[in-house]
């Protein structure tokens, strides 16, 4: 139970600044989502052609010509692996092709949660996400459990989410992790347990304490928070030891006022001296070497100066995203007002990272229809293919929804199934958009390793 609530929270907390009022209100589906059997659920009739993904997906001999020559990366040590995803995403950036992303996707679902794979993407595709997102909540044990069997085995949160991501990766999925970060004062006055501080709960949504001022180095929080970075880091080191790369999302939507080290509660220089501090810190003391760096502020943008506020620097971004969600959309693109804006958001974020020489990418973005997709009743069931067309025509090589969670008919972003033959109502609409040539799943990510290496100039 204690897992389930701070996920319902993590959810509600994690989107609260840019929600309409009505965004939360309860929807009138009573119980229908619960019997795999109501009209609420469709057939599932379109065919995921797996193999044709696999053959359509971008190799790296075509993609090779598209990737930059030199670059700047915020880790001039970065591996092997690494420098290849990043020439990987810029070069996809110059195509037509773009990722399909989905927060948890290998170990959170919404309705089969004891059958069919690890992920309701591959449910309904046969695939994993191409980008599978996750989060230090799971580190902390807030959005992660362990078995009697794991914990007698001596397991911890992180070895079972490194293990989790390295199979992802195995099929091919590119890992992004971001962190909603407790707040450091309320950790510190729980007092250590066997020695470490305990960080499981959420509570970036708790302002009290001065955090931002206070964790970094001459902060009495700052061993805190530099035990915090440590789990990331164990966590990414088991990750490089296998050769995975992690685009790492740390203090996301910091333009907002719906987390502590959002503008409302710190200085823009405040920020950027945490933001430097966090990189530093896994860079130069943990020797994290398999990191690429995302900023994503909070959405809508009208122009790339307005992006550009609390833009921590050239030498510690390596990609440029955003986080912006469809409230209550009326209808298809055509009729739903937000995609006009969504179009002028992507164009701010594309001209500030040509203008900074760095990847953009659409970082989080979904429907929150009563909190998120609605179990029925959508009014655009092409949204995930209108969506990647956009972002297609811009040099963004990826798009991530947000999360799908236990059985929470508020809680979820991409359709899933309910048994082997049904699902939600946008399942054959989603199958329809995993089969267009430009869509890209975790079956058709190429192996990155092998692109061309870019000369580093920072290095």
């Keep these: 139970m204690r897992l389930k609530r701070l996920l319902k929270t993590a959810v509600m907390c994690a989107f609260i600044g840019a929600v309409s009022s ?22 599932k009739k379109a065919v995921p052609d797996n193999a044709k993904a696999r053959v359509e997906a971008p190799t790296v001999s075509e993609l090779a010509d598209k990737a930059p020559k030199s670059i700047i990366l915020t880790d001039p040590n970065a591996t092997k692996e690494t420098v ?8 996809l950036g110059k195509t037509d092709y773009v990722l399909y992303g989905h927060q948890n996707d290998a170990h959170h679902k919404m309705f089969l949660t004891n059958s069919g794979s690890n992920s309701d993407t591959k449910d309904v595709t046969g695939s994993l996400a191409g980008i599978v997102g996750m989060d230090a909540l799971s580190l902390t044990g807030s959005e992660l459990n362990l078995t009697d069997s794991e914990v007698a085995k001596g397991v911890t949160y992180v070895d079972k989410l490194a293990d989790i991501a390295i199979k992802a990766s195995k099929e091919g999925a590119i890992i992004t992790l971001s962190m909603h970060m407790p707040n450091f004062a309320e950790i510190k006055d729980r007092g250590k347990k066997d020695g470490k501080y305990d960080y499981i709960g959420y509570s970036p949504n708790v302002f009290t304490g001065n955090v931002v001022q206070r964790i970094v180095p001459g902060g009495d929080l700052n061993d805190v928070y530099t035990g915090y970075l440590d789990l990331i880091a164990d966590f990414a080191l088991k990750l490089e030891k296998a050769g995975v790369p992690v685009i790492y999302r740390p203090l996301h939507e910091q333009n907002g006022y719906w987390f502590y080290w959002g503008a409302k509660y710190c200085t823009s220089q405040e920020f950027v001296n945490l933001y430097h501090y966090t990189v530093k810190y896994l860079r130069d003391v943990r020797n994290v070497h398999n990191f690429l760096y995302a900023i994503s502020p909070n959405g809508p943008f009208k122009t790339k100066e307005e992006y550009l506020d609390r833009y921590p620097g050239d030498r510690y971004v390596d990609i440029m995203g955003v986080d912006t969600y469809d409230d209550n959309p009326p209808g298809p693109a055509k009729s739903d007002p937000w995609f006009k804006g969504f179009a002028l958001t992507l164009q701010s974020v594309n001209d500030a990272a040509k203008l900074h020489h760095k990847i953009p990418a659409l970082t989080e973005v979904g429907i929150r229809d009563g909190g998120s997709l609605a179990v029925s009743n959508n009014k655009d069931k092409d949204w995930f293919s209108e969506v990647s067309k956009m972002v297609g025509k811009t040099d963004m090589p990826y798009f991530m929804v947000w999360s799908n969670f236990e059985r929470e008919p508020h809680n979820f972003f991409a359709p899933y199934m309910v048994s082997k033959t049904r699902g939600h109502e946008m399942i054959n609409k989603f199958i329809n958009y995993y089969n267009e040539k430009d869509s890209i799943f975790a079956d058709g990510v190429t192996d990155y390793s092998q692109m061309p290496t870019p000369v580093i100039i920072n290095k």
């Design 22 to 43: 009505t965004a939360f209100a309860a929807k009138t589906d009573d119980t229908a989502w619960e019997n795999p059997d109501s009209k609420i659920y469709v057939e």
């Design 84 to 91: 290849g995803l990043y020439q990987y995403l810029a070069a």
